[in-house]
């Protein structure tokens, strides 16, 4: 009944996973002591593999190296090969957790997990909050405002040139170049993809006529994971993409239009967004799936937020996995945790409130 750790090892390495030294408490503070003292002894060994979402790849590399300093006999691997592939791996048991920025679908959750007990469902923990970003390399130019609707059309290629009226009237004081637009996406499955579409078709179908898709269905240049993304925007000229905003760098960043003004990104105003998101109704118990509201029109909210979940069973075949995946996760959702992924990828640390709620699911895994 029990999946042998040699198995497991052997689909991580396939899947070519970065080894990462790590470790983390099995109690609720999982790392170092904060008030002078000594932090108990780690009694956690083994190794832990996870894979996904590549948009939350340096808050797995802060919390990897938090979890170590206080469970110096664990190993953990986070692969940042996209939402999609970290799924596929977790359903196939390959991994012990998954990152993703978008929750299971139906049918997956129709399906069997390798991983869990029998007749038991895994479920979708929100770990990481962030804002994506609308990226932009124009010379000599640092910001931009755009509507949904102007979004949509550079990235349904609708609106193809730089100067178009549809980007110039939003921004009169900024000098365009008559260039053409170089749209950036993602190449992979991609659950950045998914919550980007999303804001789009829930703010301007009219011109978003593909709905909602985790592998991209129109045109541009496509490019692999966030940081391929990033790349082809910094290295190209006149191109604009979508990317986790901690990746934003040096770049130019559109402001949405959100009611009667224009908000920037922010880590205040993307959490501001989930707080006032409801859940997703009719999911299995324990699993927190958040509604967003893309369409808000409340002053100072970003509405283009990504939240990436990390899916774990509640019930695990094997014993020592159940163990590890529930001190890890328990430390990246802590105060601690939270804290050091924001130093590190710069999101926006979840809120005490949803912290409880996401650690009650967490102490059920077994």
């Known amino acids: 009944m029990k999946f042998t750790k040699l198995g497991r090892a052997a689909v991580v390495a396939a899947a070519g996973a970065l ?6 408490a ?10 002078g003292s000594e932090a108990p002894e780690s009694t956690l060994s083994g190794d ?13 590399e802060a919390w990897i190296a938090g979890f170590q300093s206080a469970n110096p006999d664990v190993n953990v691997t986070y692969d940042p090969a996209g939402s999609g592939a970290g799924r596929e791996q977790f359903i196939a048991g390959g991994v012990g957790f998954a990152g993703s920025d978008a929750i299971l679908g139906d049918d997956e959750l129709a399906g069997e997990f390798a991983a869990c007990a029998p007749d038991t469902l895994p479920v979708d923990l929100p770990v990481y909050i962030s804002p994506i970003a609308v990226i932009f390399n124009v010379e000599g130019v640092e910001s931009l405002n755009m509507d949904a609707a102007t979004i949509a059309g550079i990235f349904s290629d609708q609106i193809t040139n730089w100067n178009d009226p549809a980007i110039a009237e939003l921004n009169p004081d900024v000098t ?15 659950g950045t993809t998914e919550n980007f579409t999303e804001y789009l078709a829930a703010t301007a179908p009219d011109v978003w006529t593909e709905g909602v898709f985790e592998t991209w269905a129109y045109g541009g240049e496509g490019a692999q994971g ?7 925007v910094t290295n190209g000229t006149n191109t604009i993409g979508y990317a986790d905003a901690s990746r934003a760098g040096g770049l130019g960043t559109v402001a949405l239009q959100v009611g009667e003004e224009f908000v920037p990104f922010s880590a205040e105003a993307a959490a501001a967004a989930v707080d006032a998101s409801p859940r997703i109704e009719g999911r299995h118990e324990g699993d927190i799936a958040v509604e967003l509201d893309r369409t808000t029109t409340e002053a100072g909210v ?8 990390a899916i774990a069973c509640t019930d695990y075949e094997d014993d020592a996995t159940a163990e590890l ?6 430390y990246i959702v802590s105060a601690e945790g939270q ?4 130093a590190n990828a710069g999101n926006s640390p979840i809120s005490d409130a949803l912290r409880d709620e996401v650690l009650a699911v967490i102490d059920t895994i077994q």
């Open 19 to 24: 080894l990462l030294s790590s470790c983390a």
């Open 26 to 35: 099995n109690e609720p503070a999982a790392g170092p002591a904060t008030d």
């Open 48 to 60: 832990l593999a996870g894979a996904g979402a590549s948009s939350m790849g340096a808050a797995q």
């Open 176 to 190: 365009l170049p008559d260039a053409p637009i170089t749209a950036v996406h993602r190449s992979d499955d991609s």
């Open 226 to 232: 966030t940081s391929g993304v990033v790349d082809a």
């Open 302 to 309: 970003y509405p283009l937020v990504l939240i990436s979940y």
């Open 325 to 330: 995946v529930k001190a890890y996760l328990s």
């Open 339 to 342: 804290s050091a992924a924001e």
